[in-house]
């Protein structure tokens, strides 16, 4: 039988013992935590919570690193070049994760990353311009087919989940309406207060100021909310359009080949941060609900929203850079 020389065998047992020292003691430096939009934005103020919690929770200090752009690509990139040994995460959007992009080339992201955990979920809000004469969501469906192709939705750009919910919207309730492409979210909130545009799926924080200001008027949800702006305001999938139905949500993750016992730590250190009732309080009037989750579940919410997408994107005929 050939036996290894001792030397080797001494050398094999070091560098293993030297890997699980490294794991059993991690974090002993600061980590990363790369978020694929620009500071001051909605993703940027979760993270920048979740991080500082985190911080106090594993700690080590963990530093945001905002890297928008490029459908969220230029922010994996940072992340697929640095170790996976958990000092270097990814805080993405749903529509990062499960929205195909032509610059991934095809590739899975699941082939590249580890889950951690879910942080976030929140629907989106349905709003409308005061310019035309509708205050629920039938209303809206009746003027649509009352005025084919005189109606028209914002979004923040093509191939977003916004604009894919205008084409959910479309199709199931036999509309023809026109979309229009933004650069980004602000510019259609500001044309929808001024009636240039007439509909908008979004966020409540990025909504919230329009709304409270009157110039622009809420009439449903993508799914059911139970924050305080939010949970009197119809389901969309109960006032007419009963398969519109969706949430945004917010997750960590961490380079694939991440030693699972550094997986299993973060989860854990997420889990506590995200039962921190303040946090919760703090985002509960934007309709912004913290939930973690266990690596698996992720994965499989993963999975779930991106073969819906997908088939709406194949559906629409619809060009995604």
Not at 127 to 151: C, F, H, M, R, W
Not at 234 to 246: D, F, K, T
Not at 261 to 271: D, E, G, R, S
């Amino acid at each position: 039988m050939f036996k290894l020389p001792k030397i080797i065998v001494a050398a094999a047992f070091s560098f293993a013992s030297v890997g699980a020292l490294a794991q059993a003691s991690y974090p002993d430096r600061p980590i990363r935590m790369i978020i694929p939009f620009s500071a001051g934005g909605p993703a940027d103020m979760v993270g920048r919570e979740v991080a500082q919690s985190l911080s106090q929770e594993l700690g080590q200090t963990v530093v945001v690193v905002n890297s928008g752009g490029g459908h969220g690509v230029p922010a994996l990139n940072q992340l697929l070049g640095a170790p996976a040994d958990g000092y270097t995460l990814l805080m993405p959007a749903s529509g990062n994760m499960t929205i195909p992009s032509k610059s991934m080339k095809g590739k899975d992201v699941l082939e590249l990353l580890a889950p951690v955990s879910q942080v976030t979920q929140s629907p989106h809000v349905l709003v409308v311009s005061k310019s035309i004469p509708v205050t629920s969501v039938q209303e809206l469906i009746d003027y649509a087919k009352a005025n084919p192709g005189k109606v028209n939705f914002g979004s923040a750009g093509v191939g977003g989940v916004a604009h894919l919910a205008i084409e959910m919207f479309k199709n199931q309730a036999g509309v023809d309406v026109a979309h229009v492409p933004y650069r980004g979210t602000s510019k259609a909130v500001i044309d929808l207060g001024a009636g240039q545009i007439h509909a908008l799926f979004s966020s409540m924080p990025s909504l919230k100021p329009m709304i409270d200001k009157g110039a622009v008027t809420p009439i449903g949800m993508s799914s059911a909310s139970s924050g305080s702006e939010t949970y009197k305001l119809p389901v969309i999938s109960q006032a007419g359009l009963p398969n519109l139905e969706y949430t945004t949500w917010y997750g960590i993750f961490a380079k694939k080949g991440t030693p699972e016992q550094i997986i299993q730590k973060l989860n854990k250190a997420v889990a506590k941060v995200i039962d921190n009732p303040e946090l919760n309080k703090k985002f509960e009037p934007q309709g912004v609900e913290f939930v973690s989750s266990t690596p698996e579940t992720l994965t499989a919410l993963v999975q779930k929203d991106s073969a819906k997408w997908r088939k709406i994107i194949d559906d629409a005929g619809i060009e995604i850079e």
